[in-house]
């Protein structure tokens, strides 16, 4: 099962969370998300538990008990959502001109500019 960890403190390390939870059952993994910058915590992380008795009670336990001197929000890990992404730098549809409302291809009549008028 793997459980989010949220409101770390900066000075936690992977060792840190893997200490805590290893008190419950066996870590696969643990790891603090950092900043790629910086390499500064970004305040949350993932611990991964293999036996969901185990994971649902170190998640019973520890959620919101102080770790490092913070109290941390412990759950259940969802799969973040994937945004739809438009524009046509990934192959997606390209809109018209016409769809967004603007540009040479805006509703005027006969008065807009013609392409295929030579000048």
Do not use: C
């Not at 409101?7 to 993994?29: C, I, K, M, P, W």
């Not at 770790?67 to 524009?87: A, F, I, M």
């Not at 730098?89 to 769809?99: A, K, Y």
């Amino acid at each position: 099962m793997d459980i989010y960890v949220g409101n770390l403190a900066y000075a936690t390390n992977d060792d840190g969370l893997r200490a805590a939870f290893g008190a419950f059952g066996e870590v696969t993994s643990a790891r603090v998300v950092t900043d790629r910058m910086t390499g500064r915590s970004k305040g949350f992380g993932f611990v991964e538990m293999p036996n969901p008795d185990e994971a649902n009670a170190a998640i019973a336990a520890l959620n919101g008990q102080p770790l490092d001197g913070r109290p941390v929000r412990v759950n259940e890990s969802q799969p973040k959502p994937r945004e739809e992404r438009r524009g046509s730098f990934r192959g997606e549809r390209r809109f018209d001109r016409n769809e967004r409302g603007g540009g040479w291809g805006r509703d005027r009549g006969d008065r807009g500019f013609d392409r295929d008028t030579r000048w």
